[in-house]
């Protein structure tokens, strides 16, 4: 089985700090990659996805992350974050194969200082 | 409005008692899914289904039953045989299992066992 690993439980930063999180994915094959992102009391939503072609992608709201296939990451980036992105952050790798194919990692809790 | 219901969003049960959660979309999705959210866990998956009338186990599915009679609702019940309830429990469809695979989630239940 394989596995996805967010390397921070919790980041705290000050506004307008950049943001890189960590995400590593053992799976060897054909991956898509996602990052959700859950804000208190909301729905979990779609930051940002890869399925193929410019391995830097951009999402909502400035993210962005990079797959990179030879260190097997997906990190997610954003280079000024605000007090609003506080939030649990969950990346997310689908090896297909069926829908228990879909692995994610234990999230990281962001908090933003004003 | 398109989108995925979950009913309650607060759920109180005592222990020993079976307690069925509302799933309910709207999307034509295919395939749907119940996720476990436990803080510092990530999300675990309890039961799937690709397609009406058929289901599968995840990795946590002691303790939990699903049935899939249409398309649109999926709901799971808590039984009384599982040991640790108290979670948040997410629903999910997605729009398909091929290359452009996606998931949509939707509010969640909070399910306390007192």
């Known amino acids: 089985a394989q596995s996805v690993s967010q390397h921070n439980h919790h980041v705290i930063l000050s506004e307008a700090a950049s943001l890189e999180l960590g995400c590593n994915y053992s799976?060897?094959?054909?991956?898509?990659l996602f990052w959700y992102v859950q804000y208190p009391g909301q729905h979990l939503q779609l930051l940002l996805k890869?399925?193929?072609?410019?391995?830097l992608v951009k999402g909502i709201k400035g993210f962005e992350a990079e797959f990179i296939k030879s260190k097997f990451s997906f990190n997610l980036r954003k280079p000024s974050v605000q007090w609003s992105d506080t939030a649990e952050y969950f990346c997310?790798?689908?090896?297909?194969?069926?829908?228990?194919?879909?692995?994610f990692g234990k999230g990281t809790h962001l908090i933003i200082q004003p | 409005d398109g989108g995925i219901t979950q009913s309650p969003k607060y759920l109180f049960r005592k222990e020993g008692q079976n307690v069925t959660l509302s799933c309910e979309q709207n999307?034509?999705?295919?395939?749907m899914y119940w996720y476990r959210q436990d803080p510092g866990q990530g999300l675990r998956l309890i039961y799937y289904?690709?397609?009406?009338?058929?289901?599968q186990k995840g990795d946590i599915a002691e303790g939990y039953s699903v049935s899939r009679e249409k398309k649109e609702s999926f709901p799971l019940t808590v039984t009384s045989a599982q040991k640790n309830p108290t979670a948040f429990y997410l629903c999910?469809?997605?729009?398909?299992?091929?290359?452009?695979?996606?998931?949509?989630f939707g509010p969640g239940t909070r399910l306390t066992v007192l």
């Open positions: 999910a469809s997605s729009i398909d299992l091929g290359p452009t695979f996606q998931q949509f």
């Open positions: 799976y060897g094959g054909t991956v898509n």
């Open positions: 890869y399925f193929s072609g410019d391995p």
């Open positions: 997310a790798v689908y090896s297909g194969g069926g829908a228990d194919g879909l692995t």
């Open positions: 999307l034509n999705h295919d395939a």
């Open positions: 289904s690709q397609i009406v009338n058929d289901f």
